[in-house]
């Protein structure tokens, strides 16, 4: 499977023998693939499409396979075909995390990054993004991560190869930043140079080599700090860091190589900048006035607000350098940040759920599907923020977001409706990924779920 949209692996000139070898294989894996795929279905008390319809009542999906082959009426199912059967369960597309960081676990990720090998990140982060998986959300969009190298797009390739099983991939190798920024760590002095959690980028020639070298390593997403951040130290979100070059440059970039850019934006100038220059996604978008809410609407860009992190660390607090000022600005500006944010809803901006948590224990990323309904969402608009909307920001429309046929069956389900309560997301009873189960409530008899190899 390939759902990356990037090519597989090409293999080289091989030795004869090697060939016969291979080809051998490639006989002995065909053949069990030649046979008729297995036809699941499988039922529950209701199912939300991601489309926004009404809920449909007493349906089952057909699963041929790793897809979805029809949505039909319950009826008695016909010899051979394997049923599950969720009871009064409600059945909705897989979640997607449109904005996250699985290999950043604890509010000292500054410092993690330096005291965690690559390959200690690339196992913690598998079992994060497993554990994710679990919790119901089928694909992640990684906003760039906590490493200097790329354990999380190894991480991706360990699951795409089938060592694993484990949620679909996409996203940033790092995020970029300028010296001082958001990616820079600015808490040492002056004679101590570390490796940085992010990758810093100053000028347009380094921001060329940047997007080049990030795209050569499998990034198929570039994300920018275009603006201070609210985590890290040293840097105020209100600021803009990258010069109108820079951008210009990154967008340009990437574009060659038909990547996307998203823009990690606080203040409303950075927000405008970023728009113009072409980015397909504003992440947060903190202080956004009327003219960048329009600006979105204008150039058709996404808004993925991560907005339930802010009430997170209000609540919960942290003795950490790096999240101490994200408790205090959250504090005094996460009111003002949900009324801009009920604002783009209102206006119809496309706004998609991104949690940017990861590493954290997932049950708490809901918390961002029940933050859009606090926003002004209805509970079936969050489901499509965290579900339709996600999918089209990533340009996986085709594949995953929605239950219909054709799509690939990435399928959850809850034990109550969603749509009376939203929480009810954050306890997900049954998770299926392209057609196998990897989580079924006690009593269902599925084949195995596992998370080992395929
Ligand atoms: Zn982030």
């Given amino acids: 499977m390939n759902d990356t949209g990037r090519p597989s692996g090409a293999t080289g000139t091989q030795h004869p023998r090697a060939a016969l070898i291979t080809g051998f294989l490639l006989w002995a894996l065909a053949a069990p693939l030649a046979a008729e795929p297995e036809r699941v279905v499988l039922r529950g008390a ?18 041929e396979g790793e897809r979805i082959v029809s949505v039909r009426k319950t009826t008695a199912a016909s010899a051979g075909t394997r049923v599950i059967d969720l009871g009064g369960a409600t059945l909705l597309p897989g979640l997607i995390d449109a904005h996250t960081h699985p290999l950043i676990s604890t509010d000292s990720y500054q410092i993690d990054q330096l005291r965690w090998s690559s390959a200690y990140k690339a196992l913690k982060g598998l079992k994060a993004v497993q554990d994710n998986l679990l919790a119901g959300w089928t694909t992640l969009r990684i906003a760039g991560d906590a490493d200097r190298y790329y354990a999380h797009l190894d991480i991706r390739r360990a699951i795409d190869e089938g060592m694993f099983v484990g949620p679909r991939i996409t996203g940033a190798g790092h995020y970029l930043s300028v010296t001082g920024g958001g990616g820079d760590i600015n808490f040492l002095p002056s004679e101590l140079r570390v490796p940085t959690d992010g990758k810093v980028v100053d000028g347009v020639d380094e921001m060329r080599r ?49 990547v996307p850019v998203m823009a990690h934006a606080h203040g409303t100038e950075g927000i405008k900048q970023a728009i113009r220059a072409g980015v397909r996604s504003i992440e947060h978008g903190t202080f956004m006035d009327d003219e960048a809410i ?27 350098e790096e999240m101490e000022k994200m408790v205090e600005l959250s504090k005094s500006t996460q009111a003002d940040f949900e009324l801009r944010v009920a604002e783009a809803v209102r206006r ?5 759920v991104g949690t940017d948590f990861g590493g954290y224990p997932p049950r708490i990323n809901a918390g961002e ?64 990924i392209g057609g196998r189960v990897v989580k079924a409530p006690d009593g269902v008899s599925v084949a195995g779920p596992t998370m080992g190899p395929r």
């Avoid at 119809?348 to 998609?352: E, L, N, R």
């Fill in 46 to 63: 209701r199912l939300i499409d991601g489309r926004g319809d009404a809920p449909l009542a007493g349906v089952s999906l057909v699963i």
């Fill in 210 to 258: 940047a997007v080049r070298e990030e795209i050569k390593y499998g990034s198929d997403w570039i994300k920018l700090l275009v603006t201070g951040a609210f985590m890290s130290t040293g840097d105020r979100p209100e600021d803009v860091h990258m010069s109108p070059e820079e951008l210009r440059v990154a967008v340009e970039e990437a574009a060659r190589r038909g």
């Fill in 294 to 320: 329009d600006l979105m609407i204008e150039h058709d860009v996404f808004l993925v607000p991560t907005v339930y992190i802010g009430e997170y660390y209000i609540e919960k607090g942290s003795d950490s």
């Fill in 348 to 352: 119809g901006v496309k706004v998609a």
């Fill in 369 to 432: 599907i029940s933050a859009m309904v606090r926003v002004g969402m209805t509970p079936m608009q969050a489901i499509q923020a965290a579900t339709r909307v996600g999918a089209e920001l990533l340009g996986w429309e085709d594949r995953v977001g929605t239950l219909e046929p054709g799509k690939l069956a990435d399928v959850i389900a809850v034990a109550g409706n969603p749509l009376d309560d939203v929480s009810e997301l954050e306890d997900v009873i049954f998770v299926m």
